[in-house]
């Protein structure tokens, strides 16, 4: 079975062409390798599927051929996603007084820089 439709068929994306953009973009990974829309799958696999903010571990249980109702999309995979950490944990962002005015050229490359985002490009 084609690893798109399968995903779009289990409700892990809304659409098909969402499950294909998602792949075809690296997000589902296969034994640490990405995996294309069009490569099968088979029962007893391990997909890794990253959606924003979080990554999802699922093992294929069932292959479905139609897109079906939540209840049954939920028994043809077996989610192993760990728990995600307690909010209390996650450092809150952060954030410029209300009033400060617009970031100066250095302040916006030091957000740059927390985001992870390159400064030069």
Do not use: F
């Amino acid at each position: 079975m084609r690893a798109d439709v399968w995903l779009w068929s289990v409700r892990l994306y809304p659409s098909r062409s969402a499950a294909t953009a998602a792949c075809r973009g690296g997000h589902v990974r296969r034994d640490g390798e990405p995996l294309k829309a069009s490569q099968r799958i088979e029962a007893g696999e391990e997909l890794r599927v990253r959606s924003p903010g979080r990554e999802r571990i699922v093992e294929v249980r069932v292959l479905l051929g139609k897109r079906v109702g939540a209840p049954i999309a939920r028994l043809a995979y077996e989610d192993r996603t760990p728990p995600p950490p307690p909010p209390q944990l996650l450092a809150a962002p952060p954030r410029r007084d209300r009033g400060a005015g617009r970031p100066t050229k250095r302040e916006r490359r030091a957000l740059d820089r927390l985001r992870g985002r390159d400064p030069q490009a």
